[in-house]
Protein backbone atom coordinates (compact mmCIF):
# COMPACT_ATOMS: atom_id res chain seq x y z
CA UNK A 1 0.00 0.00 0.00
CA UNK A 2 0.73 3.62 -0.55
CA UNK A 3 3.10 4.92 2.15
CA UNK A 4 0.83 8.05 2.79
CA UNK A 5 -1.61 5.74 3.83
CA UNK A 6 0.13 4.31 6.83
CA UNK A 7 2.06 7.52 7.41
CA UNK A 8 0.10 10.52 6.51
CA UNK A 9 1.44 13.98 7.13
CA UNK A 10 -0.01 15.30 10.39
CA UNK A 11 -2.01 18.68 8.67
CA UNK A 12 -0.99 19.20 5.47
CA UNK A 13 -2.47 16.77 2.90
CA UNK A 14 0.26 16.62 -0.17
CA UNK A 15 -1.75 14.42 -2.36
CA UNK A 16 -3.33 12.29 0.51
CA UNK A 17 -6.81 12.08 0.02
CA UNK A 18 -9.34 13.30 3.06
CA UNK A 19 -11.00 9.55 3.23
CA UNK A 20 -7.06 7.99 3.83
CA UNK A 21 -6.65 10.50 6.46
CA UNK A 22 -9.89 10.42 8.02
CA UNK A 23 -9.89 6.54 8.17
CA UNK A 24 -6.35 6.47 9.56
CA UNK A 25 -7.88 9.24 12.96
CA UNK A 26 -10.56 6.25 13.11
CA UNK A 27 -8.38 3.49 13.45
CA UNK A 28 -5.70 5.53 15.24
CA UNK A 29 -7.57 6.76 17.79
CA UNK A 30 -6.15 6.12 21.26
CA UNK A 31 -9.50 5.20 22.83
CA UNK A 32 -13.15 4.61 22.37
CA UNK A 33 -13.97 8.23 23.36
CA UNK A 34 -11.42 9.62 20.66
CA UNK A 35 -12.99 7.14 18.14
CA UNK A 36 -16.39 8.43 18.62
CA UNK A 37 -15.37 12.02 18.02
CA UNK A 38 -13.55 11.44 15.21
CA UNK A 39 -16.64 9.57 13.81
CA UNK A 40 -18.87 12.33 14.68
CA UNK A 41 -16.43 15.04 13.08
CA UNK A 42 -15.33 13.61 10.17
CA UNK A 43 -18.91 11.67 9.04
CA UNK A 44 -19.10 13.45 6.46
CA UNK A 45 -16.40 11.61 5.12
CA UNK A 46 -16.21 8.50 6.95
CA UNK A 47 -19.84 7.42 5.80
CA UNK A 48 -19.19 8.39 1.44
CA UNK A 49 -19.14 5.97 -0.70
CA UNK A 50 -15.70 6.19 -1.51
CA UNK A 51 -14.33 6.10 1.97
CA UNK A 52 -16.35 2.69 2.62
CA UNK A 53 -14.63 1.51 -0.99
CA UNK A 54 -11.12 2.53 0.41
CA UNK A 55 -11.78 0.48 3.56
CA UNK A 56 -13.19 -2.58 1.96
CA UNK A 57 -10.02 -1.78 -0.15
CA UNK A 58 -7.05 -1.63 2.78
CA UNK A 59 -9.04 -4.93 4.25
CA UNK A 60 -8.83 -6.81 0.96
CA UNK A 61 -5.38 -5.97 0.95
CA UNK A 62 -4.07 -6.42 4.61
CA UNK A 63 -5.54 -9.89 3.97
CA UNK A 64 -4.28 -10.57 0.83
CA UNK A 65 -0.54 -9.93 2.73
CA UNK A 66 -1.43 -12.28 5.54
CA UNK A 67 -1.59 -9.35 7.78
CA UNK A 68 -4.90 -11.05 9.24
CA UNK A 69 -5.00 -9.43 13.09
CA UNK A 70 -4.11 -6.09 10.93
CA UNK A 71 -7.54 -6.87 8.85
CA UNK A 72 -9.28 -7.93 11.33
CA UNK A 73 -8.76 -4.76 13.56
CA UNK A 74 -10.04 -2.68 10.09
CA UNK A 75 -12.83 -4.80 9.62
CA UNK A 76 -14.69 -3.58 13.03
CA UNK A 77 -14.60 -0.13 11.76
CA UNK A 78 -16.21 -0.96 8.83
CA UNK A 79 -18.66 -2.64 10.30
CA UNK A 80 -19.26 0.67 12.26
CA UNK A 81 -19.46 2.76 9.60
CA UNK A 82 -21.56 0.37 7.63
CA UNK A 83 -24.02 0.67 10.63
CA UNK A 84 -23.83 4.29 11.08
CA UNK A 85 -24.49 5.28 7.72
CA UNK A 86 -27.88 2.82 7.26
CA UNK A 87 -29.22 3.70 10.76
CA UNK A 88 -26.96 6.97 12.16
CA UNK A 89 -23.76 7.28 14.86
CA UNK A 90 -25.75 7.13 17.58
CA UNK A 91 -27.16 3.59 17.18
CA UNK A 92 -23.75 2.02 15.27
CA UNK A 93 -21.94 3.48 18.18
CA UNK A 94 -24.45 1.73 20.74
CA UNK A 95 -24.54 -1.52 18.99
CA UNK A 96 -20.69 -1.04 18.80
CA UNK A 97 -19.97 -0.99 22.05
CA UNK A 98 -22.62 -3.01 23.19
CA UNK A 99 -20.68 -5.80 20.76
CA UNK A 100 -17.28 -5.05 22.26
CA UNK A 101 -18.47 -5.77 25.66
CA UNK A 102 -20.43 -8.65 25.45
CA UNK A 103 -17.25 -10.11 23.37
CA UNK A 104 -14.88 -8.45 26.30
CA UNK A 105 -17.63 -11.01 28.76
CA UNK A 106 -17.62 -13.71 26.78
CA UNK A 107 -13.49 -13.69 26.84
CA UNK A 108 -13.97 -13.30 30.74
CA UNK A 109 -16.06 -16.26 30.40
CA UNK A 110 -13.48 -18.06 28.55
CA UNK A 111 -10.39 -16.94 30.43
CA UNK A 112 -11.28 -18.22 33.63
CA UNK A 113 -12.96 -21.01 32.94
CA UNK A 114 -11.34 -23.68 35.24
CA UNK A 115 -11.55 -26.76 33.88
CA UNK A 116 -10.68 -27.56 30.21
CA UNK A 117 -14.79 -28.72 29.62
CA UNK A 118 -15.98 -25.50 31.34
CA UNK A 119 -13.94 -23.88 28.68
CA UNK A 120 -15.49 -26.12 26.00
CA UNK A 121 -18.65 -25.28 27.24
CA UNK A 122 -18.42 -21.35 27.17
CA UNK A 123 -16.65 -22.09 23.69
CA UNK A 124 -19.69 -24.12 21.90
CA UNK A 125 -21.94 -21.26 24.24
CA UNK A 126 -20.30 -18.05 23.06
CA UNK A 127 -19.53 -19.36 19.50
CA UNK A 128 -20.68 -15.91 17.74
CA UNK A 129 -19.00 -13.72 19.57
CA UNK A 130 -15.78 -15.93 19.69
CA UNK A 131 -15.33 -17.43 16.49
CA UNK A 132 -17.59 -15.80 14.08
CA UNK A 133 -16.97 -12.32 14.98
CA UNK A 134 -13.57 -10.75 14.78
CA UNK A 135 -14.27 -8.41 17.79
CA UNK A 136 -13.25 -11.17 20.11
CA UNK A 137 -10.20 -11.73 18.68
CA UNK A 138 -8.96 -8.13 18.08
CA UNK A 139 -9.61 -7.89 22.14
CA UNK A 140 -7.51 -10.77 23.16
CA UNK A 141 -4.48 -9.31 20.78
CA UNK A 142 -4.94 -6.00 22.42
CA UNK A 143 -4.58 -7.68 25.67
CA UNK A 144 -1.76 -9.84 24.83
CA UNK A 145 -0.19 -6.86 24.08
CA UNK A 146 -1.01 -5.28 27.14
CA UNK A 147 0.97 -8.32 29.46
CA UNK A 148 3.66 -8.26 27.38
CA UNK A 149 4.11 -4.73 28.38
CA UNK A 150 3.65 -5.50 31.82
CA UNK A 151 6.14 -8.33 31.59
CA UNK A 152 3.35 -10.74 32.46
CA UNK A 153 5.25 -13.41 29.93
CA UNK A 154 3.18 -16.05 31.84
CA UNK A 155 -0.42 -14.51 31.03
CA UNK A 156 0.25 -13.39 27.56
CA UNK A 157 1.27 -17.06 26.50
CA UNK A 158 -1.87 -18.41 27.99
CA UNK A 159 -3.95 -15.60 25.88
CA UNK A 160 -1.89 -16.61 23.05
CA UNK A 161 -3.07 -20.05 23.41
CA UNK A 162 -6.30 -18.97 23.48
CA UNK A 163 -6.19 -16.82 20.50
CA UNK A 164 -4.90 -20.01 18.40
CA UNK A 165 -7.62 -21.63 19.71
CA UNK A 166 -10.30 -18.90 18.83
CA UNK A 167 -7.90 -18.47 15.14
CA UNK A 168 -8.05 -22.63 14.80
CA UNK A 169 -11.62 -22.82 15.77
CA UNK A 170 -12.80 -20.42 12.74
CA UNK A 171 -11.25 -21.91 10.35
CA UNK A 172 -11.33 -25.88 11.12
CA UNK A 173 -14.24 -25.66 13.35
CA UNK A 174 -14.80 -26.18 17.29
CA UNK A 175 -13.90 -29.70 17.79
CA UNK A 176 -10.80 -30.21 15.79
CA UNK A 177 -9.16 -26.68 17.01
CA UNK A 178 -10.49 -28.08 20.47
CA UNK A 179 -8.64 -30.84 20.27
CA UNK A 180 -5.21 -29.29 19.18
CA UNK A 181 -5.50 -26.82 22.06
CA UNK A 182 -5.82 -29.75 24.37
CA UNK A 183 -2.98 -31.14 23.56
CA UNK A 184 -0.70 -27.81 23.56
Not at 12 to 19: D, I, K, L, Q, R
Request: hydrophobic share 45%; net charge negative; proline share 4%.
Amino acid sequence: MLDPFWNPPPNESNGVPEATRALWALVNAVNWEETRSVLTERQAILLTDPALTLLRIIIENLFAQNEIAEAENWSQYLSLLEDASAYGIDGAWSNFISTQNKAIDALEALINADANNEKLVVLEREQALLIGSTTARVILRGSISKQREQHDEELAEYLEKLLLLLEDAQISGIPPAWNRYKAL
